[in-house]
């Protein structure tokens, strides 16, 4: 087995890439070892030191780790801990329910138009391209014309977080739809 390592906007987190379908259309992001419970891949990432995040998506898993910690000793390990995994066909969740970022809200019709055309244009122009750079952005509302996304993976603690929110995804919404104004980041 081959896994790839690509790097990521944020210089914490590095991407690998086993070449296989780990998650079949979701993706789960794990911020400490406790909240991983639920993953045996993600449990013996942690074990590694310096390891402070897990965010598995459909074809990669991102680690961040701390300031501290050294690529060149991590990279090894982290490469060894997932082909060892991958190879004895472990599973990578013990239940598949899915978090839910999105908030449950009761939108008016013409609201709902407005919600299904951000939740379209994220998923068909947003998605793919942040899940290139190893992490995720998903939809959580629209409120008073603004949009509040979960940032996840790479994507969370990334220094070009706000310019993507920003210049990339606001000025995109606003194009397509101009009953956005403002888009917001949902803290983790």
Same mark, same amino acid.
């Given at each position: 087995m081959y896994i790839q390592t690509e790097q990521t906007p944020n210089p914490l987190t590095l991407? +690998? =890439? !086993?070449?296989? =379908?780990?998650?079949?259309?979701? &993706?789960v992001d +794990? %911020? &400490?070892? %406790?909240?991983?419970?639920? &993953? !045996?891949?993600?449990?013996? #990432?942690? %074990?590694? *030191? &310096?390891?402070?995040?897990? +965010? =598995?998506?459909?074809e990669f898993v991102?680690?961040?780790k701390t300031e501290e910690g050294s690529w060149d000793v991590?990279? !090894?390990?982290i490469l060894s801990a997932l082909m060892d995994?991958?190879?004895?066909q472990r599973p990578?969740?013990? *239940?598949?329910?899915e978090e839910c970022v999105e908030e449950d809200i009761? $939108?008016?019709?013409?609201?709902?138009?407005?919600? *299904?055309q951000i939740k379209e244009l994220i998923e068909t122009r947003v998605r793919p391209a942040v899940a290139m750079d190893g992490g995720d952005i998903v939809f959580a509302k629209f409120q008073n014309g603004t949009v509040f996304l979960k940032l996840r993976g790479a994507c969370s603690g990334c220094p070009s977080s706000s310019a993507t929110l920003k210049s990339g995804i606001e000025n995109m919404l606003r $194009? $397509?739809? !101009?009953?956005? #104004? *403002?888009?917001?980041? =949902?803290?983790?």
């Open positions: 991407k +690998f =890439i !086993p070449g296989l =379908i780990l998650l079949m259309g979701h &993706s +794990f %911020e &400490s070892q %406790e909240a991983a419970k639920n &993953s !045996p891949l993600a449990l013996r #990432l942690f %074990e590694i *030191d &310096s390891v402070t995040r897990i +965010f =598995i998506g459909e991102s680690v961040t991590l990279k !090894p390990q995994h991958l190879l004895a990578i969740l013990l *239940d598949t329910t009761d $939108y008016t019709d013409e609201e709902q138009k407005i919600v *299904d $194009y $397509y739809v !101009p009953e956005v #104004l *403002d888009v917001q980041q =949902i803290p983790t």
